[in-house]
């Protein structure tokens, strides 16, 4: 049996917790949790997970150690526990823009380091995550780790030094996509289209074309021509799109996101 403690029981660590319950490794793990807010901590004890009375309690009880807490809050939390970590407990962490190298300054050196960018459809088994991993990992602990999050949707390894620019790939990305879908969906109300209908057909446009780029075996320009008749609709709003410096936008989103990235692993 591995036990397996997670440090933050909020969305992201509940959507993990509740992963593992939904998959074949359930009877393999034993859950931990601990979050200091109440509400929290209860939807983690009602998927079985057992609470501890401190972050510092799980890291003792547990091998594998999810920090899922915002980075912010991440410093308060290594010092809460630097004393009970080990050379062999495998840290997971999930907080935008940390390395390896700095969680192991604030607990043991060689620590082994798990770095992990989800995204929030976790929350429905339909996750993007990409991982990386410290040396001292070895391929056995990588393996469920990358297999925990599997069971909440896919999962890519990326070089660690890609960790930060991934952040706008997937991590980030949903955000940016609601903000994209708001703006159409506000458009259709301006034009006295219903807001439910609107919003229905919007999202299923973005999961039908999410499944072209993903399950058609075409390239995106070739997915682009083959919704653009020349002279028609598709090519008029194209048209804007790039005059209006569409490819800027998400260029400069990409880069903001990134170097906040490099701002908090400072």
């Known amino acids: 049996m591995i036990n397996v403690g997670f440090i933050g029981a909020g969305n992201m660590g509940y959507a993990i917790i509740k992963g593992i319950r939904g998959s074949s490794m359930s009877s393999d793990i034993r859950l931990y949790a601990y979050d ?126 890609k960790m930060k620019e991934i952040i706008a790939i997937n991590g980030s990305s949903p955000a940016f996509i609601y903000l994209y879908a708001q703006y159409f969906i506000e458009y259709a109300e301006s034009v006295g289209i219903d807001r439910e209908a609107a919003t229905q057909l919007f999202a299923k446009s973005l999961i039908g074309s999410a499944k072209m780029i993903t399950d058609s075996g075409r390239s995106l320009d070739e997915l682009i021509t083959m919704v653009s008749s020349k002279g028609g609709t598709t090519i008029a709003g194209l048209e804007q799109l790039r005059a209006n410096g569409l490819k800027k936008a998400v260029t400069d989103c990409c880069e903001a996101c990134t170097g906040r990235a490099y701002e908090l692993s400072k």
Request: proline share 4%.
């Open 36 to 161: 200091p807010f109440q509400e929290a901590a209860v939807r983690a004890e009602h998927l079985g997970a057992g609470l501890t009375s401190d972050s510092s309690e799980l890291v003792s009880l547990c091998d594998f150690v999810f920090l899922a807490v915002k980075p912010q809050q991440l410093d308060e939390v290594l010092d809460a526990i630097s004393d009970s970590v080990t050379e062999s407990k495998v840290i997971v962490s999930i907080c935008a823009g940390i390395t390896d190298e700095y969680i192991a300054s604030k607990t043991v050196a060689g620590a082994k380091v798990v770095l992990v960018m989800p995204n929030t459809p976790l929350l429905l088994g339909e996750g993007a995550t990409a991982l990386s991993r410290s040396d001292s990992v070895t391929d056995e602990e990588f393996s469920l780790v990358c297999n925990i999050f599997s069971a909440c949707g896919i999962v890519s390894v990326i070089p660690k030094d």
